[in-house]
Nanobody, 130 residues
Framework: QVQLGESGGGLVQAGGSLRLSCAAS????????MGWFRQAPEKEREFVAA????????NFADSVKGRFTISRDNAKNTVYLQMNILNPEDTAVYYC???????????????????????WGPGTQVTVSS
């Protein structure tokens, strides 16, 4: 089991930046692949970014590629989402999710599908004003 808690959300002007953090409880954080998802009002939840256990591999949605960066610090049990050049379309509740990976093969691509992630944080609101 792992418990997740997001922080860093808030209100920012278009073109600005925010850094989200997701802190995980437990002793086995390094065994989890981590992902970020978001859900805007009246929209389905969508994939944003994901990172492998070691942090060697990342995966980004086309809508955020080049603007967002995902990283992790296993010593701090924390995964980050650095969001730059924000626009109003980025407004959403952002969720952190964890996927237990007992084994992670070389060349593993972090997953984009929600069903791969068993553990979810409560979310943090990001609002981008024009």
């Amino acid at each position: 089991q792992v418990q997740l808690g997001e922080s860093g959300g808030g209100l920012v002007q278009a073109g600005g930046s925010l850094r989200l953090s997701c802190a995980a409880s437990g002793r086995t954080f390094s065994r989890y692949g981590m992902g970020w998802f978001r859900q805007a009002p009246e929209k389905e939840r969508e994939f944003v970014a994901a990172i492998s256990r070691s942090g060697d591999s990342t995966n980004f949605a086309d809508s955020v590629k080049g603007r967002f960066t995902i990283s992790r610090d296993n010593a701090k049990n924390t995964v980050y989402l650095q969001m730059n050049i924000l626009n109003p379309e980025d407004t959403a509740v952002y969720y952190c999710a964890a996927q237990l990976l007992i084994y992670e093969a070389s060349g593993y691509v972090p997953r984009e599908d929600e069903g791969s992630y068993r553990y979810w944080g409560p979310g943090t609101q990001v609002t981008v004003s024009s």
